[in-house]
């Protein structure tokens, strides 16, 4: 797949020698990506998916997964993972929330404040550097905590729902959105295949050991859901309207090698989610009223 859109975008023979080194001068050879976020990445998945968007039908995916939450303008919730910032404007323009998110990388942190600003969020939404036991967010301050997409690279996914306990305020929610294996061993060869191509090494767990690390960390876990069918057709429905916002003439050579990567990417993980042995999943957990140990 990916060979021939190189080869369509070049005007080359798919079979040509030319092609075989598609994503070099940014994005390594096979598909795998020498940085996580390098300029020309976060410029290519912008012209795919919109401005101020690093993921397809981002909006649509955010409304759908943030469902359990009841949120108005006095709650405080942190975005664990915000990138960009695009769940973090969503959440803050649509349900009146105060957010803080956490990023890692200095360029995405730059990006989503700016935007925050341009959309008139300044005052609702500020993305800070640091992620969760390495930040300075006060324990028992956040009404709600999301995460998308925060689990799977984790090999101490307890640690992590023990922090999340610590910074919710009691009656506090936490809303996970992950990948997750459906049985501990068939998802094997599969995550081994998404690892090679995205180069990194997932660490999937299935959503009983999820589940089984959030109420060892005293959260009572409220909604395990399996939304597969749902991300993935909201994915494939997204990438079907890049189409629109891609300007041949107009991209920079630094972002093709990008772009093309993208777009394989995301039709790689919705085969991934339809072959059956990974899902897409929404857990939604709470901490009691009167926990304050």
């Given at each position: 797949?990916?060979?021939?859109?190189?080869?369509?975008?070049?005007g080359?023979?798919?079979?040509?020698?030319?092609?075989?080194?598609?994503?070099?001068?940014?994005?390594?050879?096979?598909?795998?990506?020498?940085?996580?976020?390098p300029?020309?990445?976060?410029?290519?998945?912008?012209?795919?998916?919109?401005?101020?968007?690093?993921?397809?039908?981002?909006?649509?995916?955010i409304?759908?997964?943030?469902?359990?939450?009841?949120?108005?303008?006095?709650?405080?919730?942190?975005?664990?993972?915000a990138?960009?910032?695009?769940?973090?404007?969503?959440?803050?323009?649509?349900?009146?929330?105060?957010?803080?998110?956490?990023?890692?990388?200095?360029a995405?942190?730059?990006?989503?404040?700016?935007?925050?600003?341009?959309?008139?969020?300044?005052?609702?939404?500020?993305?800070?550097?640091?992620?969760?036991?390495?930040?300075?967010?006060?324990?028992?301050?956040?009404?709600m905590?999301?995460?998308?997409?925060?689990?799977?690279?984790?090999?101490?996914?307890?640690?992590?729902?023990?922090?999340?306990?610590?910074?919710?305020?009691?009656?506090?929610?936490?809303?996970?959105?992950?990948?997750m294996?459906?049985?501990?061993?068939?998802?094997?060869?599969?995550a081994?295949?998404?690892?090679?191509?995205?180069?990194?090494?997932?660490?999937?767990?299935?959503?009983?050991?999820?589940?089984?690390?959030?109420?060892?960390?005293?959260?009572?876990?409220?909604?395990?859901?399996?939304?597969?069918?749902?991300?993935?057709?909201?994915?494939?429905?997204?990438?079907?309207?890049?189409?629109?916002?891609?300007?041949?003439?107009?991209?920079?050579?630094?972002e093709?090698?990008?772009?093309?990567?993208?777009?394989?990417?995301?039709?790689?993980?919705?085969?991934?989610?339809?072959?059956?042995?990974?899902?897409f999943?929404?857990?939604?957990?709470?901490?009691?009223?009167?926990?304050?140990?």
């Amino acid at each position: 797949m990916f060979t021939r859109l190189y080869a369509w975008w070049e005007g080359t023979d798919p079979n040509g020698a030319g092609t075989g080194d598609a994503h070099g001068g940014g994005a390594g050879g096979q598909g795998k990506p020498v940085a996580a976020w390098p300029a020309a990445r976060l410029a290519a998945a912008q012209r795919l998916f919109g401005e101020g968007s690093t993921f397809p039908a981002a909006e649509k995916i955010i409304a759908h997964q943030i469902q359990p939450l009841a949120m108005d303008a006095t709650t405080n919730l942190l975005d664990m993972a915000a990138g960009i910032g695009t769940a973090a404007r969503f959440i803050a323009q649509n349900a009146g929330a105060q957010v803080t998110g956490l990023e890692v990388d200095p360029a995405q942190v730059e990006q989503a404040n700016r935007f925050a600003e341009i959309a008139g969020l300044g005052e609702k939404v500020t993305v800070q550097e640091g992620g969760l036991g390495n930040c300075d967010i006060k324990p028992g301050t956040q009404d709600m905590i999301y995460g998308r997409e925060t689990l799977l690279g984790l090999v101490d996914k307890d640690k992590t729902c023990r922090e999340i306990w610590s910074l919710l305020r009691p009656g506090g929610q936490v809303l996970l959105l992950d990948f997750m294996a459906k049985k501990a061993d068939a998802a094997k060869g599969d995550a081994a295949a998404w690892g090679q191509f995205e180069k990194m090494k997932p660490q999937l767990s299935t959503v009983e050991q999820i589940k089984q690390s959030l109420t060892a960390s005293f959260l009572d876990v409220q909604l395990a859901e399996d939304i597969s069918k749902d991300f993935c057709g909201q994915i494939l429905r997204g990438l079907a309207d890049v189409a629109r916002n891609l300007k041949q003439d107009s991209i920079p050579k630094d972002e093709r090698p990008w772009i093309l990567w993208e777009v394989e990417m995301w039709a790689r993980r919705a085969d991934m989610l339809q072959a059956g042995h990974i899902g897409f999943y929404r857990i939604h957990a709470s901490k009691a009223e009167d926990d304050t140990a």
